[in-house]
């Protein structure tokens, strides 16, 4: 005898009975689509991007991607992080405000 064979034989089996329920017909559900707030990071950034604190940053940026377009063999890393490193705290702040 198996010990499923023996606990089976000592502890009787017992079965959920399943209840029964009457189905009511869903109502339709209209689904409402919100529209999502506008971003302003976006405008901020490129309003922070122009601006005189980023000026020389970009100028330089434009002068390297000039540069690169003329067949130089450099990239344009170190320029396009100095300016939107200077684009990034100048909208932080304005950003912060705008989203509270």
Not at 16 to 30: G, I, K, N, S, T
Not at 58 to 81: M, P, Q, T, Y
Request: hydrophobic letters at 35%; aromatic letters at 4%.
């Amino acid at each position: 005898m198996a010990l499923a064979d023996l606990l089976s034989s000592l502890l009787p089996t017992v079965y959920a009975e399943e209840e029964q329920h009457e189905e009511q017909p869903e109502e339709p559900v209209e689904e409402v689509e919100e529209e999502e707030p506008e971003d302003p990071k976006e405008a901020i950034m490129e309003e922070c991007g122009n601006s005189k604190e980023c000026a020389s940053l970009k100028h330089h940026l434009e002068e390297c991607a000039e540069r690169v377009e003329n067949g130089s063999h450099e990239d344009c890393i170190e320029e396009f992080f100095h300016f939107m490193h200077c684009a990034d705290v100048c909208a932080a702040p304005k950003v912060f405000e705008a989203t509270v």
